[in-house]
């Protein structure tokens, strides 16, 4: 019967395989980060850009883990106008926007940086 | 430091026992010091046996890597915060990694071979691992990285407030 189901839908994965090229389709397996140490994940922390490793705060842990994880931004670039937040070139460099609109976000930015990072140099530029 | 005829017999944890050259282990901090310990001539051929707690499959994954790398500068370069970055992984290891991703089980044998870096105390795989990792989670947004983490979201309304208000600024 297994044969039989197999002939009967060859025709369809046939079809399939003209439609898309199933060997690009790539799916990400979830990975058991919190089966980790905690002196592992730190590392992995380290690794990830400013805006990522603020974003990597998805649960408590992680959230404790970067807290109590010291680091250092090189640059902290506080400017008008459009411009990446990271800077792919230069690790250790942040860009933030000046923008009136978004102050407390920036502000509670600033303050959460104050805990944990110590910025070796802020650069402002104001039009 | 040289050690070109010097083998190591190492045991896996399951059972398996594989003997590798010296100028391998080398870069291994564990097995580094359990030699010490053993306080045997270095020109013993092999040695005794070397307990590792990584499984055959892993071990072999390890001793592949270290292979390449069998003359690496030791000890491991540190970097600063400054001139760290995930981008930079050679790509003989980017390879070597990508390998893994054509396996169902991609995300468990990166998981293996993480702690047996760690265990093993093997610094340039710990790292080009962990980086490999970063790369996986660089440019996702929150809900990505939960599914590819497989995490739930334990904080309370006030405390996601908190986090929203901080991350705001590089949202947009």
Same mark, same amino acid.
């Given at each position: 019967?297994?044969?039989?189901?197999?002939?009967?839908?060859?025709?369809?994965?046939?079809?399939?395989?003209?439609?898309?090229?199933?060997?690009?389709?790539?799916?990400?397996?979830?990975?058991?980060?919190?089966?980790?140490?905690?002196?592992?994940?730190?590392?992995?922390?380290?690794?990830?850009?400013?805006?990522?490793?603020?974003?990597?705060?998805?649960?408590?842990?992680?959230?404790?883990?970067?807290?109590?994880?010291?680091?250092?931004?090189?640059?902290?670039?506080?400017?008008?106008?459009?411009?990446?937040?990271?800077?792919?070139?230069?690790?250790?460099?942040?860009?933030?926007?000046?923008?009136?609109?978004?102050?407390?976000?920036?502000?509670?930015?600033?303050?959460?940086?104050?805990?944990?990072?110590?910025?070796?140099?802020?650069?402002?530029?104001?039009? | 430091?040289?050690?070109?005829?010097?083998?190591?017999?190492?045991?896996?944890?399951?059972?398996?026992?594989?003997?590798?050259?010296?100028?391998?282990?080398?870069?291994?901090?564990?097995?580094?010091?359990?030699?010490?310990?053993?306080?045997?001539?270095?020109?013993?051929?092999?040695?005794?046996?070397?307990?590792?707690?990584?499984?055959?499959?892993?071990? !072999?994954?390890?001793?592949?890597?270290?292979? *390449?790398? /069998?003359?690496?500068?030791?000890?491991?370069?540190?970097? &600063?915060? #400054? $001139?760290?970055?995930?981008?930079?992984?050679?790509?003989?290891?980017?390879?070597?990694?990508?390998?893994?991703?054509?396996?169902?089980?991609?995300?468990?044998?990166?998981?293996?071979?993480?702690?047996?870096?760690?265990?093993?105390?093997?610094?340039?795989?710990?790292?080009?691992?962990?980086?490999?990792?970063?790369? !996986?989670?660089?440019?996702?947004?929150?809900? *990505?990285? /939960?599914?590819?983490?497989?995490?739930?979201?334990?904080? &309370?309304? #006030? $405390?996601?407030?908190?986090?929203?208000?901080?991350?705001?600024?590089?949202?947009?």
């Amino acid at each position: 019967a297994e044969i039989q189901i197999e002939k009967e839908n060859a025709w369809i994965d046939q079809t399939i395989g003209m439609r898309y090229d199933l060997s690009e389709v790539k799916v990400e397996q979830p990975f058991p980060l919190m089966e980790l140490p905690n002196e592992i994940i730190c590392i992995i922390l380290r690794h990830l850009n400013t805006v990522d490793r603020l974003r990597a705060r998805v649960n408590k842990r992680l959230y404790l883990l970067e807290w109590a994880d010291q680091y250092q931004i090189s640059q902290l670039t506080i400017l008008q106008g459009d411009m990446s937040p990271i800077d792919p070139t230069i690790p250790g460099k942040v860009n933030m926007m000046l923008d009136v609109a978004t102050l407390p976000s920036h502000v509670a930015f600033l303050l959460k940086l104050e805990r944990n990072v110590r910025v070796e140099s802020i650069f402002f530029s104001v039009r | 430091r040289i050690y070109p005829l010097m083998r190591v017999t190492l045991t896996t944890s399951d059972g398996a026992s594989v003997t590798v050259s010296r100028q391998l282990t080398k870069h291994s901090g564990f097995i580094e010091k359990a030699i010490t310990d053993m306080a045997v001539d270095d020109n013993a051929v092999p040695l005794s046996a070397v307990a590792v707690d990584v499984d055959d499959a892993t071990l !072999k994954l390890v001793i592949e890597w270290l292979t *390449e790398h /069998r003359d690496d500068a030791l000890p491991y370069p540190e970097k &600063t915060d #400054e $001139e760290r970055r995930a981008d930079d992984i050679p790509a003989w290891d980017q390879a070597f990694v990508q390998k893994w991703d054509t396996k169902e089980d991609q995300q468990q044998t990166l998981y293996a071979v993480i702690t047996a870096a760690d265990k093993l105390d093997i610094k340039g795989l710990l790292d080009m691992t962990c980086k490999t990792l970063a790369n !996986k989670i660089n440019g996702k947004t929150v809900e *990505e990285m /939960r599914e590819i983490l497989q995490l739930e979201c334990d904080f &309370t309304e #006030e $405390e996601l407030a908190e986090i929203r208000k901080e991350n705001a600024w590089c949202e947009n």
